[in-house]
């Protein structure tokens, strides 16, 4: 059987690879495919369905330009309606005909003679493609740490990206491991069914309030007869978040101070108990690691079923969780709120490029022009990759930069042709890139998944979305190697 050839090949229907699927069929390209590992659309949408789970941007920045939403029931949008929202927008541009579930990518190699890229799925099936789009999110494969004892444990075990809906929690003694992002959200909600409820602290955050509100009917009918106010909510959330929020990125601006005391104040306004108030208090930089918002984090702490633990997991055994001072936690259900493999780019896909290029490789080195591209990878995107994370601001901003680039570069290439940066354009981004960065708070002293162990930063952006989206706006076609004539 002949295999099947592609114009592209999209890795993944999340936001990026949705959008990308959006904006090369309106760039005329019709021969493409989307491959997505799981069942359903949406990405991190789909894979985390953990009770609470919701998005920590506005809604109505946490959507395509292109596609606004009027029907946001929340100021933060929950789980379930990002899903439905992207499931609509992939409807809205008919788009399911080039999705195809259940297919995992596993490897790449490229044939320079051909000049085409031979991708093979986990069940040995076979595609060509001359482009290929990576919408892998670098949030998307759980870290499980290592603990003693954990093969004892007679429970159920699994992570927040992989929660077993099978599962009863009610009457249940649960252990979350983990109190950042994820956790905060579980916890208040499962809380008042289960029997008991301990949560593993390894560093205290700053918590900020949420805020979050559902929008009446007015403001919704509003939002749909006058489109006017949708994009005007957006433009006034773009410009707060990128003109107010990215300076809190900064340590020692007055927006990081500012802040730093309105989380120690809201802290002292939840919790009264002034040991337990200590354990929840941050001694580290806001910011250098994710600042969260929440409503109802802290008030969970003022529940008799829940308790704050911070002395350290020394092992598992078949029931319960003993800690490093002795002390032994009853435990039927532990949920791993313990975050991703964020610095390690794509673990799961072994790519050969051009030049003996390798993915494992560059997983070392984790160095892109503009976030977007690798040296000898030719005619391949790799979107949300290197240095193109937040901490200020929605990702959709990003997404829609790198797809302009994108379809500005493949439109204004002949047929046949390759591209790929070069080398020393790579090496001059991301030298600037790091003296950026070296100012910010990501750089600070305290640990996280935005930095390597070495304190090399691979993930995060260190300038406004604004700024971002200027940089895309016209490609430089000196920092490009093109085999012809473009």
């Not at 300076?247 to 101070?257: E, I, L, Q, Y």
């Not at 892109?368 to 979107?383: C, I, Q, S």
């Not at 200020?392 to 204004?412: A, F, N, P, R, W």
């Amino acid at each position: 059987m002949a295999i099947q050839q592609l114009d592209f090949a999209i890795i993944g229907a999340g936001f990026s690879g949705i959008g990308a699927a959006i904006k090369i069929q309106e760039a005329g390209f019709k021969n493409f495919k989307v491959f997505e590992k799981t069942k359903g659309i949406s990405g991190t949408w789909y894979d985390n369905d953990y009770p609470g789970a919701a998005c920590d941007v506005p809604s109505h920045l946490y959507c395509y330009s292109f596609a606004p939403n009027p029907d946001w029931s929340r100021i933060y949008s929950p789980q379930s309606e990002i899903r439905s929202y992207v499931e609509a927008v992939v409807d809205q541009n008919n788009l399911r005909s080039h999705l195809q579930f259940e297919t995992e990518i596993v490897s790449a190699e490229f044939n320079e003679q051909t000049a085409l890229w031979t991708l093979k799925t986990a069940k040995n099936e076979k595609f060509l493609a001359r482009f290929v789009v990576w919408s892998v999110s670098f949030l998307g494969t759980p870290a499980i740490p290592s603990f003693t004892g954990l093969d004892n444990f007679q429970g159920k075990v699994f992570h927040t990206a992989r929660w077993d809906r099978s599962v009863d929690l009610s009457g249940k003694n649960v252990v979350i491991i983990g109190s950042a992002a994820s956790a905060l959200q579980i916890g208040p909600v499962i809380a008042p069914k289960v029997k008991s409820l301990t949560m593993f602290q390894r560093t205290a955050n700053y918590v900020m309030p949420r805020g979050d509100r559902d929008y009446s009917g007015f403001e919704k009918w509003l939002f749909r007869q006058f489109p006017f106010f949708n994009r005007l909510l957006r433009s006034w959330l773009n410009a707060r978040q990128d003109k107010f929020f990215f300076r809190a990125m900064k340590p020692g601006s007055w927006v990081n101070t500012i802040i730093r005391k309105r989380s120690l104040n809201y802290l002292k306004q939840k919790i009264k108990d002034p040991v337990l108030r200590k354990k929840l208090t941050a001694n580290i930089d806001v910011g250098c690691k994710r600042i969260l918002i929440s409503d109802d984090f802290y008030d969970m702490f003022c529940r008799d079923n829940v308790n704050l633990q911070t002395d350290g997991i020394a092992e598992f055994g078949a029931d319960y969780i003993e800690t490093k001072a002795g002390e032994r936690i009853k435990a039927d259900v532990v949920v791993m709120a313990t975050g991703f493999l964020a610095t390690e780019f794509m673990p799961g896909v072994n790519m050969t490029g051009a030049n003996g290029a390798s993915l494992a490789k560059w997983r070392d080195d984790l160095r892109a022009l503009k976030g977007l591209m690798v040296p000898d990878f030719p005619n391949t995107f790799f979107l949300l990759g290197p240095n193109t994370g937040l901490g200020h601001s929605s990702m959709i901003l990003m997404i829609e930069s790198q797809l302009k680039y994108l379809v500005d570069v493949v439109t204004g290439l002949k047929s046949g042709v390759t591209v790929a940066p070069k080398s020393d354009a790579v090496a001059r981004y991301n030298k600037q890139l790091q003296l950026e960065l070296s100012e910010m708070v990501w750089s600070t002293s305290c640990q996280s998944w935005y930095k390597r162990a070495d304190g090399y930063i691979p993930t995060m952006w260190p300038r406004t979305t604004a700024a971002y989206q200027t940089m895309m706006s016209e490609v430089d076609w000196s920092e490009l190697e093109v085999s012809g004539d473009k």
